[in-house]
């Protein structure tokens, strides 16, 4: 009971209610923004472009938002951040009624939006710790974590289907609000933190900070700094057959109906909540030194995805095939997910408090850098074998066996 109250705590509540609103009111609001864009503009080359262009600020700034979460009080960046996306929200609703809000105007809201997460992210991320300590650590991260994974799975059906009902100007000042609320409510916070003196001017603080933050993790904690590449690895070679395969799968291989498509979708997603919010009791025996079996698992249940999909199955029909494939890929979506809560949580653990806003930050970084290389390997690896998809999937299953063993504790 001590425990559920810990991670129950009026700080952490109000955290977490904030998350709700900042997290997953960006996410719709930038989904509804991608879909203006591409309305606008009728051209599909503009929306990608536009697509991608504003995601880079979050990989190039992300270890300086974590500098910046370790510099300053994480409560008063939380309020700040949430303020400001008010604003950036307010000024393009004022753009857009002087008919001023053109494709490049709405990138840059995006791009800011996006810059805004990459500190916001690393402080929440820091901040679980202060509020959350002991055993419950690993659930509290889940909780964080699923906020996230819910955020991806509500995004695309309330960003599509409020944008369709009430347009994208009434979703701009309702987004305002809510923003607003959460900052004020994020006021009542209580985060604790240690003022650090400071010798130079801010800019040559935060990059001194930068600096020090990944000499901690490359040659001061070798351990970290391991687990961060291992995550990055799981990143790069294991979860984008799932952003990738799993779509791609659904509907061309199995040509999918909307609806399936939607219930595939729907299935993955889910898996990503319950392996976060679960994440406490999933790993809870799970130790640094026996990691390399948790992933050897998503191994192993790759390998039935990929036979699955092999020609002699599919050819039975559409059920056999699709209950197969997503009865696997629900567990080793859940599993992957666990995985990388845990990772989470050792780091955070292992990390003095002064340093954990810069090491989370690279842990993001270096996560979002490997994610999308992973997803143009795995989109080239697709779109060769459209005909034997069952042949990524096991490309995946052998990358992940390798990362195990990789992962696996020397002698």
Not at 60 to 72: K, L, S, Y
Not at 140 to 168: E, H, T
Not at 228 to 246: E, H
Not at 329 to 348: C, E, G, N
């Amino acid at each position: 009971m001590t425990g559920v109250k810990a991670l129950l705590s009026r700080d952490f509540s109000i955290l977490v209610a904030g998350q709700i609103v900042s997290i997953i009111g960006s996410a719709i609001l930038r989904f509804a923004l991608d879909l203006y864009v591409l309305d606008i503009t009728g051209r599909a080359d503009m929306f990608a472009l536009v697509l991608a262009l504003s995601t880079l600020p979050g990989i190039v700034f992300t270890p300086i938002g974590g500098a910046i979460a370790d510099r300053f009080p994480k409560r008063n960046l939380i309020v700040g951040l949430d303020a400001a996306s008010a604003a950036l929200v307010l000024a393009l609703i004022a753009l857009m009624g002087g008919g001023q809000a053109s494709v490049p105007v709405i990138g840059v809201a995006l791009a800011s939006l996006c810059l805004i997460s990459s500190i916001y992210q690393p402080t929440v991320q820091a901040s679980v710790p202060a509020l959350v300590s002991g055993e419950r650590l690993a659930d509290a991260n889940g909780v964080v974590s699923g906020i996230g994974a819910l955020a991806a799975f509500v995004a695309p059906v309330l960003g599509g289907m409020l944008y369709g009902l009430v347009g994208i100007e009434v979703l701009l000042a309702a987004s305002c609000v809510a923003f607003a609320a959460s900052s004020i409510v994020q006021g009542f916070i209580r985060i604790p933190f240690l003022q650090r003196g400071r010798d130079k001017r801010m800019v040559a603080l935060l990059l001194d900070d930068v600096r020090e933050g990944f000499v901690f993790a490359w040659k001061d904690n070798p351990i970290i700094f391991r687990v961060i590449i291992l995550a990055c690895a799981v990143n790069m070679f294991t979860v984008p057959v799932f952003v990738i395969g799993v779509p791609y799968i659904l509907r061309f291989t199995l040509g999918s109906s909307d609806l399936m498509y939607g219930v595939g979708l729907a299935c993955t997603e889910m898996a990503t909540i319950v392996g976060a919010v679960c994440a406490g009791r999933l790993t809870r025996n799970l130790k640094m030194a026996n990691l390399h079996r948790s992933i050897w698992l998503i191994a192993a249940l790759l390998v039935p995805m990929a036979a699955a999909m092999l020609p002699a199955v599919l050819q039975t029909g559409y059920w056999l095939p699709f209950a197969g494939f997503f009865s696997f890929d629900f567990a080793a979506v859940a599993a992957a997910t666990a995985i990388s809560v845990y990772i989470i949580t050792q780091i955070q653990q292992s990390t003095p408090d002064q340093m954990l806003g810069k090491v989370m930050a690279i842990l993001m970084a270096g996560s979002q850098l490997a994610a999308p290389i992973g997803q143009i390997i795995y989109g080239f690896a697709f779109e060769a074998f459209s005909a034997n998809v069952w042949v990524p999937l096991l490309f995946a299953a052998a990358m992940a066996a390798l990362i195990a063993l990789a992962a696996k504790p020397r002698p």
